[in-house]
C-alpha cells in the first residue's frame, strides 16, 4: 500500500474516531423528589437514577445527564437528548406534567423522536392527561380500572425483543400498577413482563397483568416502561438490571448486542447509592 493510501485509511480512522466522540447517545435521567421521611429503600428515585447512571456509563459512547427534583433548571438539556427516563411519583405528581408549557417541552423532543422511558408511577398519568399518555406510552392507567399493589413475582419467560436480551430469571416482592388500558389490537406494543396476584410472573395473565413493555411511536419514535422498582433493592437482580438498561438504550435508539448491554454491580453497590432516609415513627400498637 502506497504512502498515499495509508495516509487517507488513518485519516478515515480518525475521522471515524471523531465522529463517534462527537456524537455520544445521550441520556437524561430525571429523577422525582424523595421523601426525606419514608421507609429506606422505597420510592428511592435519586438512589434509582445513580444506579442508572453506574449501569449505563458501561457502554461506549454513552454520555448521561443527571437531574433531581423532577424538573431541570435549563430545560436545554433535553435539546440533544437521544432519551429521556422519568423515575417519578405519578397520578399528576410528575413535574414534567406541572405545567402546559412543560408538556410542550416534552411533546417537542417526542416530536423529533426522542425515547421516552417511564419507571414505576411515572406510567400512571393524571384522567386529563389519559390521551397523552396513550400517545407517549401506548397505554392509558385508569385509576379505578388498573390495579396495583405487591406481591411475590417470578419472571422467568421473556419475549424476544431487542429489550430482552441477556434478561435472567429473577424473583422478587416488588410494587407494581398493571392492568393498563391499551389500544385495541395493541397497535406498536410488545409485552416485555407480566405481574399480577393470581399468575405472578407468568405470561398467563395475559394483557391485564402486562407490567414492562416497548411501544413504537408511528414516526418511528421509542418508548419503554417498567412499573416495578417501587423497592431499591431490586436494582440487586441481574435480570432487572439488564432489562432497565437495554430498555433504555432502545429507546436511544442503540444497538442492544445479542448478550445485553452491560450491567455489571453488586448489592454492596447498590447499597452505597441508596438515599439516606428517617425512618418514619413506628405506630403504636392498638
Not at 456524537?23 to 429506606?40: F, Q
Not at 393524571?126 to 396513550?134: M, S, W
Not at 388500558?181 to 413482563?193: I, L, Q, S
Request: charged share 20%; hydrophobic share 40%; proline share 6%.
Amino acid at each position: 500500500m502506497s504512502h498515499f493510501f495509508r495516509f487517507l485509511a488513518a485519516l478515515g480512522l480518525m475521522l471515524g474516531l471523531f465522529s463517534e466522540a462527537a456524537d455520544p447517545i445521550k441520556i437524561v435521567l430525571v429523577a422525582g423528589t424523595v421523601k426525606e421521611v419514608d421507609k429506606p429503600g422505597h420510592h428511592d428515585y435519586t438512589g434509582g437514577c445513580e444506579v442508572m447512571k453506574h449501569l449505563l456509563e458501561q457502554t461506549k459512547g454513552v454520555s448521561v445527564s443527571y437531574i433531581k427534583e423532577g424538573w431541570p433548571q435549563g430545560e436545554t438539556v433535553f435539546d440533544d437528548a437521544n432519551a429521556i427516563v422519568f423515575y417519578t411519583d405519578g397520578g399528576g405528581k410528575q413535574a414534567y406534567l406541572a405545567s402546559p408549557e412543560r408538556i410542550t417541552v416534552i411533546q417537542k423532543q417526542i416530536d423529533r423522536g426522542v425515547g421516552l422511558v417511564s419507571i414505576h408511577q411515572a406510567v400512571e398519568f393524571p384522567p386529563q392527561l389519559a390521551k397523552q399518555a396513550g400517545e407517549w406510552m401506548g397505554a392509558v392507567y385508569n385509576k379505578v380500572l388498573s390495579g396495583r399493589g405487591h406481591w411475590d413475582s417470578k419472571h422467568e419467560t421473556f419475549p424476544e425483543h431487542p429489550v430482552t436480551r441477556g434478561v435472567t430469571p429473577w424473583a422478587l416482592n416488588d410494587g407494581w400498577l398493571n392492568r393498563f388500558k391499551f389500544d385495541t389490537g395493541m397497535a406498536g406494543v410488545t409485552p416485555a413482563v407480566w405481574s399480577g396476584k393470581e399468575h405472578l410472573g407468568s405470561p398467563k395473565g395475559g394483557t391485564k397483568d402486562v407490567v414492562s413493555w416497548t411501544f413504537d411511536h408511528a414516526d418511528g419514535g421509542h418508548s419503554f416502561n417498567f412499573s416495578g422498582l417501587d423497592a431499591h433493592f431490586a436494582w440487586e437482580f441481574e435480570g432487572a438490571r439488564k432489562l432497565m438498561t437495554n430498555g433504555i438504550l432502545w429507546a436511544a435508539k442503540a444497538d442492544i448486542p445479542e448478550s445485553g448491554a452491560p450491567c455489571a454491580a453488586d448489592k454492596a453497590l447498590v447499597d452505597s447509592l441508596e438515599t439516606p432516609r428517617t425512618a418514619p415513627p413506628k405506630k403504636a400498637k392498638k
